[in-house]
């Protein structure tokens, strides 16, 4: 398969989430808010991230309130 056309690699950690370094979090949020839906992978990414020793940048926590704002609305969806 030519290199410029290949399926980007995911990481896996052993929990099943994508490892940051692959896809920020930043990243996640805005897929999210583009798509109006939430997986459970998501839902676990987003759990480790807030549950992590190192403190979440203001940008981040703005994004995770917005997303918690537009679950609560019915404006995102969860699916599986």
Same mark, same amino acid.
């Given at each position: 398969?030519?290199?410029?056309?290949?399926?980007?690699?995911?990481?896996?950690?052993?929990?099943?989430?994508?490892?940051?370094?692959?896809?920020?979090?930043?990243?996640? @949020? %805005? =897929?999210? $808010?583009?798509?109006? #839906?939430?997986?459970?992978?998501?839902?676990?990414?987003?759990?480790?991230?807030?549950?992590?020793?190192?403190?979440?940048?203001?940008?981040?926590?703005?994004? @995770? %309130? =917005?997303? $918690?704002?537009?679950? #609560?609305?019915?404006?995102?969806?969860?699916?599986?």
């Amino acid at each position: 398969m030519d290199s410029t056309h290949a399926t980007p690699r995911r990481t896996v950690t052993a929990s099943g989430v994508q490892s940051s370094a692959q896809q920020p979090l930043a990243t996640v @949020i %805005d =897929r999210i $808010f583009t798509t109006g #839906q939430i997986t459970v992978t998501d839902r676990n990414y987003l759990l480790l991230m807030t549950l992590q020793t190192t403190p979440l940048g203001m940008t981040d926590r703005v994004k @995770i %309130d =917005r997303l $918690f704002q537009r679950l #609560q609305q019915g404006l995102v969806r969860v699916i599986n």
